[in-house]
C-alpha cells in the first residue's frame, strides 16, 4: 500500500523531513475522503 511506502520513506529521512512528509500525506488523505463524500 502507498501508505507503507510513505513510512519507509519516513524511518530513512530526518525528524524534520518526517513531519513535513507526516503533514503532506495527512492532508492528500483527508483531501481525498472528501472528495469520496
Not at 20 to 30: A, P
Request: hydrophobic share 45%; aromatic share 14%; net charge positive.
Amino acid at each position: 500500500m502507498r501508505i507503507k511506502m510513505v513510512e519507509n520513506k519516513i524511518k530513512h529521512r530526518g525528524t524534520g523531513e518526517s513531519l513535513e512528509w507526516i503533514g503532506f500525506t495527512f492532508f492528500l488523505l483527508t483531501s481525498r475522503l472528501f472528495q469520496i463524500n
